[in-house]
């Protein structure tokens, strides 16, 4: 080894350790917030309605419209309010050298909940400066430990929850990576037993109250022995806790083949995975129900909670004139599952059997991205005819 290897071999090792400094005070931090918010104690309900960028301003603008509609009654009476807040697209924050500039996050945490759109995360070779996904750094700041992801196909027998820890594993620490020499570079993954046991509580008490009888735990623990087993081992202790859910584990490898098994795959109910099999794996199972553009995810913490759709900001949409077109229908039922998280569970089943009348069923209109088909706005307003109608 020569000196210059050294040296970068020290610097690393200093980079590592300020790292690792961090990522122990956070997990301090986590284990004081106990209790979850109870919204049903609040005078009012701020919700935050944060475009991103990309179609993302489009598709969230019409799905406040959809919810201002449903809520018309709380919005009146002020136990609802709608914050507009602007300045995540990519150009603000990559002026600003940060994932999420300092305004548009004191205005986040003014808002118990959050409906946000896509945003464009900066990749390797685009031109962009390297800034950490405005996801992963609203999920940590927020604190939005779980990503929660519903999946349901009845005709095939699929019924899945998929509760995805969120602010750890290769994605926590994913931009603090390390170029030691030309021919070396690492990365980091990172597992504390806070965070590996809320989220696995999380999935075995949401089993419980939905009568759902089982659940999964996805890993690779037989070869990322040491976080992947701390989450295995957490997992599969607090199941225990819980005699009347089956548990069984499974590799994630073999997982994504299960999951395209048409016996074995009626099997699944819950499953609950680490940050980067949680992505990869609830893309997949979106695509039983006609792909990420129909499904929405939660992410959910004790403070706070945000709803988002699970498909990217698409900028080619808008740089080929066709952002009118792009379809709601993922950020529509993401705000479908805000409803319910909030209390109104009757309004968010009305706004799911709609969509499911006007996407499914009915299909009165369709979306296919080109004046070929109706635009957002148009299957809005589609969308609150049927609600209209099935009262």
């Known amino acids: 080894m020569n000196e210059n290897e050294r040296i970068a071999i020290d610097e690393a090792v200093e980079k590592f350790r300020s790292l690792m400094e961090g990522q122990l005070e956070r997990a301090k931090k986590i284990k004081e917030d106990r209790d979850f918010i109870d919204y049903e104690k609040l005078d009012k309900i701020i919700i935050g309605i944060c475009g991103g960028d990309g179609i993302g301003p489009i598709i969230t603008k019409?799905?406040?419209?959809?919810?201002?509609?449903?809520?018309?009654?709380?919005?009146?009476?002020?136990?609802?309010?709608f914050k507009v807040i602007d300045g995540l697209t990519i150009e603000n924050r990559a002026a600003c050298l940060k994932a999420i500039p300092d305004d548009v996050l004191e205005e986040l945490k003014q808002c118990h909940v959050i409906l946000k759109g896509p945003t464009t995360t900066p990749r390797q070779g685009d031109g962009w400066p390297n800034v950490e996904s405005a996801n992963v750094a609203m999920r940590k700041a927020l604190d939005l430990f779980a990503n929660m992801r519903p999946v349901k196909v009845p005709e095939e027998g699929v019924d899945w929850t998929f509760f995805r820890e969120n602010t750890e594993g290769g994605y926590a620490v994913g931009s603090y990576g390390v170029n030691i020499t030309d021919d070396l570079a690492v990365d980091f993954t990172v597992a504390t037993q806070e965070g590996c046991d809320r989220i696995a509580r999380l999935a075995y008490d949401y089993a419980k109250r939905n009568n759902k009888g089982k659940v999964s735990i996805i890993t690779k623990a037989n070869i990322i022995k040491t976080t992947d087993g701390k989450f295995l081992n957490t997992a599969k202790k607090i199941g225990e806790e819980y005699p009347e859910i089956v548990t069984d584990d499974w590799y994630v490898d073999i997982t994504t083949a299960k999951l395209i098994d048409p016996q074995r795959r009626r099997d699944f109910k819950v499953f609950v995975l680490p940050n980067l099999y949680g992505d990869i794996i609830t893309d997949e199972a979106a695509e039983f129900q006609g792909g990420v553009?129909?499904?929405?995810?939660?992410?959910?913490?004790?403070?706070?909670?945000?709803?988002?759709?699970?498909?990217?900001?698409?900028?080619?949409?808008?740089?080929?004139?066709?952002?009118?077109?792009?379809?709601?229908?993922?950020?529509?039922?993401?705000?479908?599952?805000?409803?319910?998280?909030?209390?109104?569970?009757?309004?968010?089943?009305?706004?799911?059997?709609?969509?499911?009348?006007?996407?499914?069923e009915?299909?009165?209109?369709?979306?296919?991205?080109?004046?070929?088909?109706?635009?957002?706005?148009?299957?809005?307003?589609y969308v609150m005819e049927t609600i209209t109608k099935m009262n």
């Open 62 to 81: 019409e799905s406040q419209r959809v919810l201002e509609f449903l809520l018309k009654d709380q919005v009146e009476s002020g136990k609802v309010e």
């Open 293 to 360: 553009g129909t499904a929405g995810s939660a992410n959910i913490g004790k403070k706070y909670a945000m709803f988002e759709a699970i498909h990217g900001s698409a900028p080619r949409m808008i740089s080929e004139g066709r952002g009118q077109y792009a379809d709601p229908c993922s950020m529509l039922r993401a705000s479908a599952m805000l409803l319910s998280h909030i209390g109104f569970v009757e309004k968010a089943n009305a706004l799911e059997k709609a969509l499911d009348i006007c996407m499914f």
């Open 362 to 381: 009915e299909k009165k209109l369709t979306i296919t991205g080109r004046d070929t088909g109706c635009t957002c706005e148009e299957f809005g307003d």
